[in-house]
Protein backbone atom coordinates (compact mmCIF):
# COMPACT_ATOMS: atom_id res chain seq x y z
CA UNK A 1 0.00 0.00 0.00
CA UNK A 2 3.16 2.29 1.19
CA UNK A 3 5.04 1.91 -2.18
CA UNK A 4 1.25 2.46 -4.41
CA UNK A 5 1.26 5.72 -2.27
CA UNK A 6 3.98 7.37 -3.06
CA UNK A 7 3.63 5.95 -6.59
CA UNK A 8 0.81 7.76 -7.03
CA UNK A 9 0.22 10.76 -9.02
CA UNK A 10 -1.32 13.05 -6.17
CA UNK A 11 2.21 12.06 -3.90
CA UNK A 12 4.37 12.68 -6.53
CA UNK A 13 3.11 16.30 -7.38
CA UNK A 14 2.55 17.30 -3.99
CA UNK A 15 6.15 16.22 -2.65
CA UNK A 16 7.55 17.98 -5.89
CA UNK A 17 5.97 21.28 -4.81
CA UNK A 18 6.95 20.63 -1.46
CA UNK A 19 10.43 20.01 -2.25
CA UNK A 20 11.07 22.07 -4.94
CA UNK A 21 8.95 24.97 -4.35
CA UNK A 22 7.52 24.93 -0.35
CA UNK A 23 11.50 24.45 1.48
CA UNK A 24 13.27 26.57 -0.77
CA UNK A 25 10.48 29.48 -0.16
CA UNK A 26 10.41 29.00 3.37
CA UNK A 27 14.12 29.12 3.81
CA UNK A 28 13.94 32.27 1.74
CA UNK A 29 11.30 33.65 3.62
CA UNK A 30 12.90 32.25 7.31
CA UNK A 31 16.22 33.28 6.67
CA UNK A 32 17.51 29.78 7.53
CA UNK A 33 20.48 29.38 5.03
CA UNK A 34 22.81 29.06 8.08
CA UNK A 35 21.07 25.75 8.22
CA UNK A 36 21.32 25.05 4.38
CA UNK A 37 23.52 21.68 5.40
CA UNK A 38 20.53 20.48 7.49
CA UNK A 39 18.17 20.98 5.10
CA UNK A 40 20.46 19.49 1.99
CA UNK A 41 21.11 16.67 4.21
CA UNK A 42 17.27 15.98 5.18
CA UNK A 43 16.02 16.17 1.58
CA UNK A 44 18.65 14.03 0.49
CA UNK A 45 18.15 11.12 2.91
CA UNK A 46 14.39 11.09 1.78
CA UNK A 47 15.12 11.46 -1.64
CA UNK A 48 17.79 8.32 -1.62
CA UNK A 49 14.71 6.45 0.36
CA UNK A 50 12.46 7.35 -1.98
CA UNK A 51 14.98 6.19 -5.25
CA UNK A 52 15.52 3.07 -3.50
CA UNK A 53 12.48 1.80 -2.53
CA UNK A 54 10.80 2.73 -6.22
CA UNK A 55 13.57 1.95 -8.92
CA UNK A 56 15.18 -0.28 -6.69
CA UNK A 57 18.79 -0.18 -8.42
CA UNK A 58 21.57 -0.81 -7.12
CA UNK A 59 24.40 1.42 -5.54
CA UNK A 60 26.68 0.72 -8.43
CA UNK A 61 24.97 0.99 -10.93
CA UNK A 62 23.53 4.12 -9.78
CA UNK A 63 27.09 5.52 -9.28
CA UNK A 64 28.09 4.99 -12.20
CA UNK A 65 31.57 4.90 -12.09
CA UNK A 66 32.14 2.96 -15.63
CA UNK A 67 31.62 6.58 -16.88
CA UNK A 68 33.96 8.30 -14.91
CA UNK A 69 37.08 7.52 -18.24
CA UNK A 70 39.35 10.06 -19.75
CA UNK A 71 36.93 10.12 -23.21
CA UNK A 72 34.11 11.65 -21.11
CA UNK A 73 36.20 13.93 -19.02
CA UNK A 74 37.84 15.63 -22.00
CA UNK A 75 34.63 17.71 -22.19
CA UNK A 76 34.11 18.28 -18.80
CA UNK A 77 37.69 19.87 -17.97
CA UNK A 78 37.08 21.70 -21.21
CA UNK A 79 33.96 23.49 -20.15
CA UNK A 80 35.41 23.43 -16.67
CA UNK A 81 38.67 25.30 -17.59
CA UNK A 82 36.68 27.75 -19.95
CA UNK A 83 33.74 28.74 -17.01
CA UNK A 84 36.48 28.71 -14.35
CA UNK A 85 38.01 32.00 -16.75
CA UNK A 86 34.64 33.30 -17.62
CA UNK A 87 34.02 33.10 -13.91
CA UNK A 88 36.86 34.80 -12.76
CA UNK A 89 36.34 37.79 -16.21
CA UNK A 90 33.01 38.20 -14.11
CA UNK A 91 33.99 38.55 -10.98
CA UNK A 92 36.54 40.86 -11.79
CA UNK A 93 33.94 43.51 -13.98
CA UNK A 94 30.98 42.60 -11.16
CA UNK A 95 33.23 43.05 -7.63
CA UNK A 96 36.89 43.01 -8.03
CA UNK A 97 37.24 43.39 -4.74
CA UNK A 98 36.54 39.88 -4.30
CA UNK A 99 38.41 38.27 -6.92
CA UNK A 100 41.05 35.25 -5.29
CA UNK A 101 40.28 36.66 -1.84
CA UNK A 102 40.44 32.94 -0.18
CA UNK A 103 43.58 32.27 -1.33
CA UNK A 104 44.99 35.73 -0.38
CA UNK A 105 43.29 35.51 2.94
CA UNK A 106 42.83 32.04 4.13
CA UNK A 107 44.76 29.47 2.35
CA UNK A 108 44.72 27.49 4.90
CA UNK A 109 41.25 26.11 4.28
CA UNK A 110 41.52 25.23 0.51
CA UNK A 111 42.95 21.53 0.83
CA UNK A 112 40.28 20.83 2.59
CA UNK A 113 37.77 22.41 0.51
CA UNK A 114 39.27 20.20 -2.41
CA UNK A 115 37.98 17.26 -0.59
CA UNK A 116 35.10 18.01 1.65
CA UNK A 117 32.58 20.21 -0.79
CA UNK A 118 32.29 17.75 -3.24
CA UNK A 119 31.49 15.09 -0.43
CA UNK A 120 29.15 17.52 1.37
CA UNK A 121 27.94 19.86 -0.92
CA UNK A 122 28.03 18.71 -4.60
CA UNK A 123 27.30 14.75 -4.41
CA UNK A 124 24.14 15.49 -2.41
CA UNK A 125 22.53 18.01 -4.46
CA UNK A 126 23.53 15.94 -7.62
CA UNK A 127 21.62 13.27 -6.44
CA UNK A 128 18.31 15.22 -5.54
CA UNK A 129 18.77 17.74 -8.79
CA UNK A 130 19.72 14.77 -11.44
CA UNK A 131 19.42 11.15 -9.79
CA UNK A 132 16.31 11.51 -8.24
CA UNK A 133 14.52 14.18 -10.22
CA UNK A 134 15.30 12.40 -13.58
CA UNK A 135 13.94 9.28 -12.56
CA UNK A 136 10.90 10.56 -10.31
CA UNK A 137 9.74 13.67 -12.20
CA UNK A 138 9.91 12.26 -16.04
CA UNK A 139 6.29 12.00 -16.27
CA UNK A 140 6.11 15.64 -16.18
CA UNK A 141 9.57 16.97 -17.92
CA UNK A 142 9.91 14.14 -20.48
CA UNK A 143 13.55 13.03 -20.66
CA UNK A 144 15.29 15.17 -22.81
CA UNK A 145 15.95 18.85 -23.00
CA UNK A 146 12.46 19.58 -20.96
CA UNK A 147 14.30 17.60 -17.61
CA UNK A 148 17.22 19.58 -17.94
CA UNK A 149 15.70 22.59 -18.17
CA UNK A 150 13.06 21.96 -15.04
CA UNK A 151 16.29 20.30 -12.97
CA UNK A 152 18.77 23.93 -14.09
CA UNK A 153 15.17 25.95 -12.80
CA UNK A 154 14.98 23.97 -9.67
CA UNK A 155 18.46 23.76 -8.59
CA UNK A 156 18.35 27.88 -9.32
CA UNK A 157 15.83 28.51 -6.84
CA UNK A 158 17.26 26.24 -4.48
CA UNK A 159 20.30 28.95 -4.21
CA UNK A 160 17.95 32.11 -4.02
CA UNK A 161 18.45 31.14 -0.12
CA UNK A 162 21.63 33.44 -0.44
CA UNK A 163 20.10 36.44 -1.09
CA UNK A 164 21.84 37.66 -3.90
CA UNK A 165 21.36 37.85 -8.07
CA UNK A 166 24.72 35.90 -8.31
CA UNK A 167 23.65 32.34 -6.68
CA UNK A 168 20.49 31.42 -8.93
CA UNK A 169 22.51 33.16 -12.20
CA UNK A 170 25.50 31.38 -12.04
CA UNK A 171 23.51 28.23 -10.23
CA UNK A 172 21.13 27.91 -13.43
CA UNK A 173 23.81 28.31 -15.79
CA UNK A 174 25.90 25.12 -13.54
CA UNK A 175 22.58 23.71 -13.32
CA UNK A 176 21.95 23.37 -17.02
CA UNK A 177 25.86 21.79 -17.50
CA UNK A 178 25.22 19.19 -15.05
CA UNK A 179 21.96 18.20 -16.10
CA UNK A 180 23.44 17.68 -19.77
CA UNK A 181 26.28 15.71 -18.23
CA UNK A 182 23.66 13.08 -16.33
CA UNK A 183 21.03 13.34 -19.18
CA UNK A 184 23.90 11.83 -21.62
CA UNK A 185 26.17 9.53 -19.30
CA UNK A 186 23.38 8.80 -16.07
CA UNK A 187 26.39 8.65 -13.54
CA UNK A 188 26.06 9.72 -10.34
CA UNK A 189 29.93 9.55 -10.16
CA UNK A 190 30.83 11.64 -13.00
CA UNK A 191 27.85 14.24 -12.50
CA UNK A 192 29.75 15.16 -8.73
CA UNK A 193 33.24 15.28 -10.06
CA UNK A 194 32.22 18.03 -12.21
CA UNK A 195 30.55 19.90 -9.76
CA UNK A 196 33.20 19.72 -7.25
CA UNK A 197 35.64 20.81 -9.99
CA UNK A 198 33.43 23.77 -10.57
CA UNK A 199 32.66 24.29 -6.80
CA UNK A 200 35.95 24.71 -5.84
CA UNK A 201 37.04 26.96 -8.83
CA UNK A 202 33.79 29.15 -7.56
CA UNK A 203 35.45 29.26 -4.30
CA UNK A 204 38.81 30.17 -4.74
CA UNK A 205 37.99 32.68 -7.66
CA UNK A 206 35.91 34.65 -5.03
CA UNK A 207 32.39 33.94 -6.07
CA UNK A 208 31.88 31.51 -3.07
CA UNK A 209 31.22 34.76 -0.74
CA UNK A 210 27.82 34.75 -3.06
CA UNK A 211 27.35 31.11 -1.76
CA UNK A 212 28.20 31.32 1.93
CA UNK A 213 25.66 31.95 4.54
CA UNK A 214 27.08 33.65 6.60
CA UNK A 215 27.02 36.41 3.66
CA UNK A 216 23.07 36.43 4.09
CA UNK A 217 23.12 37.16 8.06
CA UNK A 218 26.19 39.07 8.31
CA UNK A 219 25.35 41.40 5.24
Known amino acids: ?112 LFFLYPVLSALPQEFIFCTFFFDRYKRYFGAGMGMVLASAIAFAYAHVLYINPVAPLLSFFGGLIFALTYMKHRSLALVTIEHGLYGNSLFIIGLGWYFYSGAVVGG
Not at 45 to 51: A, M
Not at 63 to 86: D, E, F, Q, Y
Open 1 to 112: MIARLIQSHPYRLIEFLVLCITIPTLIIINVWAPFMFFFLWAVCLYTFLIHRATQRESLRHMWNWGAVTWHNMKPVLVRWVLASIAMALFLWWYNGERLFYLPQNSPQIIFA
